[in-house]
Nanobody, 121 residues
């Protein structure tokens, strides 16, 4: 019914920047929260940043001041601008919408398949 598709990952040198995108598609009525998570090899998945439909944001302490989350509600798209990247930012980054209201009035939680980010010289 609903899909999240991420893009924008890749290989970048320390200190560099990347911009991730995640677009939701399907039988969507509304999406409130949209989040970015990441999972590094051998570690648990962690919340990186989140944004509500009205624009309120929250960030993990490890990315504050370096990452910026934003969204285009009309396009059901969320972005993650990542600056001053560090090797410890290396992970697979996942898009998440924990509560999507679909046209049947049901609610579903959706995850994307992830996009890999590697920060290395």
């Amino acid at each position: 019914q609903v899909q999240l598709v991420e893009s924008g990952g890749g290989l970048v040198q320390p200190g560099g920047s990347l911009r991730l995108s995640c677009r939701a598609s399907g039988s969507i009525l509304s999406i409130n929260a949209m989040n970015w998570y990441r999972q590094a090899p051998g570690k648990e998945r962690e919340l990186v940043a989140g944004i509500l439909s009205q624009g309120s944001t929250n960030y993990a302490d490890s990315v504050k001041g370096r990452f910026t989350i934003s969204r285009d509600n009309a396009q059901n798209t969320v972005y993650l601008q990542m600056n001053s990247l560090k090797p410890e930012d290396t992970a697979v980054y996942y898009c998440n919408a924990p509560r999507v209201v679909v046209t049947s009035r049901a609610t579903v939680a959706v995850w994307g398949r992830g996009t890999p980010v590697t920060v290395s010289s």
